[in-house]
């Protein structure tokens, strides 16, 4: 708090002696107090340097210098492994399921160009509508040694109860191995995930399931196909897998008006999801 200066008091002050009428001048001993005065102050401005001494002003504390935001840790697939309680290695999974591929002609007609690619404009609405679909689920420290086979049939199983309906051809199928007639495949991305002047949005294709043994440990640690850490780690440190139905001929029980798809405001098998779906999201792809 700054206080106020006072005032000098006037008492005590003498008064200044009188002095004696000159004949030369009435103002002599006003202009010899003057000169006094001048000498007197020309000294004072002048000591400083006659003593060698150079006054200068106190500097404060310097302002601090900016400082730099830490950097942003580069993703890694190792963010979304931990160990548990009884030391099995497990990840924290989130799993996309797309609906069926379009035809080419399909495609055409909606003007998408790129068929299946990883959506990022619009990922965030992308996944909700997936959600609402029965198409998007979430798997906590889940094993990272089960089996891809074990996986998919799971999903498949989770979409039956959803309401997907799904044709019957495991009759025609029955000289494939269980890891070739799932009904859920893999989607891995292509040319490691790296984009170019034709292709904005990295792109993904059916991967295969090489054999019934295969775990998802392979799945993950695959940093050309499928664990590209800068689309598969996600913000909250889940590693990210696309998926996809194998059969263009399945159907959904569904009211799309009540999934923001349609105006169909009753429950009925429909056979156009990836139409609708797609056909939303076009925006997000290089059309």
């Not at 909606?110 to 997936?130: D, K, M, S």
């Not at 495991?170 to 292709?199: V, Y």
């Not at 889940?238 to 001929?249: A, Y």
Request: proline letters at 6%.
């Amino acid at each position: 708090m700054i206080s106020a200066v006072s005032s000098r008091s006037l008492g005590g002050v003498q008064p200044a002696p009188s002095f004696a009428s000159s004949s030369s001048s009435p103002f002599q001993s006003l202009t010899s107090i003057e000169r006094a005065n001048n000498t007197r102050l020309e000294h004072a401005a002048g000591g400083n340097s006659g003593n060698g001494i150079t006054r200068r002003r106190k500097r404060g504390p310097g302002r601090k210098a900016p400082r730099l935001q830490p950097a942003v840790p580069e993703p890694k697939v190792e963010d979304a492994i931990a160990i548990a309680d009884d030391g099995t290695e497990v990840v924290s999974l989130v799993v996309l399921v797309y609906p069926p591929r379009l035809s080419p002609e399909e495609c055409n007609t909606l003007g998408i160009q790129i068929p299946l690619h990883h959506y990022t404009q619009h990922a965030e609405a992308y996944e909700h509508a997936l959600d609402n679909l029965g198409l998007f689920y979430r798997f906590d420290n889940l094993p990272i040694d089960t089996r891809i086979v074990v996986l998919l049939e799971t999903l498949h199983s989770f979409l039956v109860q959803r309401g997907w309906i799904f044709p019957n051809d495991n009759q025609e199928q029955s000289l494939f191995g269980p890891h070739e007639r799932l009904a859920i495949q893999l989607l891995r991305f292509t040319g490691k995930g790296n984009i170019n002047n034709n292709a904005k949005t990295p792109r993904l294709i059916p991967g295969k399931v090489e054999s019934e043994d295969m775990t998802l440990r392979q799945v993950i640690h695959n940093s050309r196909d499928y664990g590209i850490a800068k689309y598969a780690i996600t913000n909250s440190k889940k590693f990210l897998l696309h998926t996809i139905i194998r059969s263009p001929n399945v159907a959904l029980d569904v009211n799309l008006h009540e999934k923001h798809l349609g105006s169909d405001n009753t429950t009925r098998q429909h056979f156009c999801i990836s139409k609708r779906i797609y056909g939303i999201f076009r925006s997000d792809s290089d059309a």
